[in-house]
């Protein structure tokens, strides 16, 4: 029977929570910037304007139709290495965890932007056409009438991406950046306690995870009530 | 900006010389393919079944299979792929874990993926077959336990195929999101599409080549499974329900 040793958890406390801060502020910027480029992609997929339309449906379908570890990929391998030969930036420089960001905010925005189109859309017209009674322009429409509306509704979508988004960043390890999980399988493995460190991994995600999700239940009795 | 473009560079031979570069983007292919569909045949049964259990009148069971769910959404798919590749085999009984060790490693590789995938798909069918049970009018089931039928009749001739017909727009998605949660198996080293993709970049000098090919082939992936549940979807809908004309 395989014997458990957990002895090398507490001393690497202070990394695992170094880790925990890389992996918390590549979730808060891909929020952030997912929520806000999410709704101009949405505003520009319901506009009336064609090609506007044509290029959020197309950047959003794009997104949604590759595995984020290729995105991922793109971002670390290839993008860099492009902007370094386009920009002459000397080359070598660590631009991971940037990559990362970015990579993450861009193929966010695209699973936000579906989310709050289906919230403005939720809106009925009845809003807009009394806005626009009101003699509100459609920036002051969108801003004061339908969008604070229409994220009401979201709250709860919104909380489970987010959650979706906090486990998915554990894909960095691809490059080998040390967010939380990163970290715990190094430790693992130079103690050679991959299972331990793997199981303490696991444990800490689902407490957050699981602690998230009863937060979107509540939002959820609250948007219905 | 130049960059020598050279996509010929797939029809030279790679590595030992025993197939070209394309060979390794076909067998890369090959492998998400075949270990998408297997994980999604798992993920419809045993979500199928926990979508069942989820919804009966018994609390020991649906509380089971709600824990069953909890469990597999909130752990990362990474830490669950690491999870069946490296503890799995330490918890087994030494003579199994023994001799998953001693299998050739893409085939338990293959198999730490292929159970990942399967049970971790199997938690969000769940949840779908539950939404779609839940969502036929009640009077559904009371027919089918007034005609005489049992519980276990009542599921298998009236409400599972209503619900799976209910259904397919987001198993449809969820399917898709198989193919897609497949490239996670690079990390342990499968040499499916997205690994082979890598390994293009490291020993082609045409690192932009590589990686376009390797995402239109999932962006063609897509646009298969997409086309073909679209005209499953047209097939079993159900007339009088939104959705269907």
Not at chain 1, 184 to 208: C, Q, S, T
Not at chain 2, 118 to 146: D, H, Y
Request: with cysteine; aromatic share 14%; charged share 10%.
């Amino acid at each position: 029977m395989y014997e458990f040793d957990w002895s090398s958890i507490p001393g690497a406390l202070p990394f695992l929570w170094e880790g925990m801060k890389v992996t918390l502020k590549i979730t808060l910027t891909a929020i952030g910037v997912g929520i806000v480029w999410g709704t101009l992609l949405a505003m520009m997929r319901l506009s009336s304007h064609r090609v506007l339309g044509w290029l959020a449906a197309g950047y959003v379908n794009l997104f949604r139709s590759i595995p984020l570890v290729m995105v991922l990929l793109w971002f670390f391998l290839i993008v860099p290495r492009f902007l370094e030969h386009v920009f002459g930036w000397p080359p070598g420089g660590d631009t991971r965890l940037a990559s990362a960001m970015i990579g993450f905010a861009l193929f966010e925005s695209a699973y936000y932007s579906e989310i709050i189109r289906a919230g403005i859309q939720s809106v009925p017209k009845g809003q807009v056409g009394a806005a626009y009674a009101l003699g509100m322009t459609y920036g002051q429409a969108m801003r004061l009438v339908v969008l604070p509306q229409a994220f009401r509704n979201m709250v709860p979508l919104l909380l489970t991406q987010a959650i979706i988004l906090f486990q998915d960043t554990s894909l960095v390890y691809v490059s080998a950046l040390a967010d939380f999980f990163g970290v715990a399988y190094k430790v693992g493995d130079r103690d050679g306690r991959i299972v331990e460190l793997l199981l303490f991994a696991g444990a800490v995600y689902f407490v957050i995870c699981y602690a998230a999700s009863m937060l979107v239940r509540y939002f959820r009795r609250k948007v219905n009530a | 900006m130049s960059y020598a473009w050279h996509w010929e560079v797939f029809l030279q031979p790679a590595g030992s010389g025993e197939t070209t570069y394309l060979g390794w983007i076909l067998a890369g292919f090959e492998t998400t393919i075949a270990l998408s569909l297997l994980a999604w045949v798992m993920a419809l049964l045993l979500g199928g079944l926990m979508g069942v259990l989820r919804t009966v009148p018994n609390r020991a069971l649906s509380g089971l299979a709600a824990t069953y769910v909890e469990l597999f959404r909130n752990v990362p798919l990474l830490v669950q792929l690491f999870s069946w590749y490296f503890i799995l085999p330490e918890l087994l009984p030494p003579a199994w874990g023994n001799a998953v060790k001693q299998m050739n490693p893409f085939l338990q590789q293959f198999l730490a993926a292929f159970l990942c995938l399967g049970f971790f798909t199997s938690a969000r069918v769940c949840e779908q077959v539950r939404s779609g049970i839940e969502s036929l009018p009640r009077g559904q089931k009371n027919a089918g336990l007034a005609l005489g039928f049992t519980l276990p009749q009542t599921y298998r001739y009236v409400m599972l195929p209503m619900a799976f017909r209910l259904i397919v727009p987001p198993l449809t998605s969820e399917f898709l999101n198989t193919f897609k949660n497949s490239a996670v198996a690079s990390t342990i080293g499968l040499l499916e599409l997205a690994a082979q993709g890598r390994q293009l970049v490291d020993y082609t000098a045409q690192p932009y080549e590589s990686f376009i090919v390797i995402t239109l082939l999932y962006m063609l992936i897509n646009i298969v499974v997409m086309t073909a549940m679209r005209w499953l979807e047209l097939r079993v809908r159900v007339p009088g329900y939104i959705g269907s004309k």
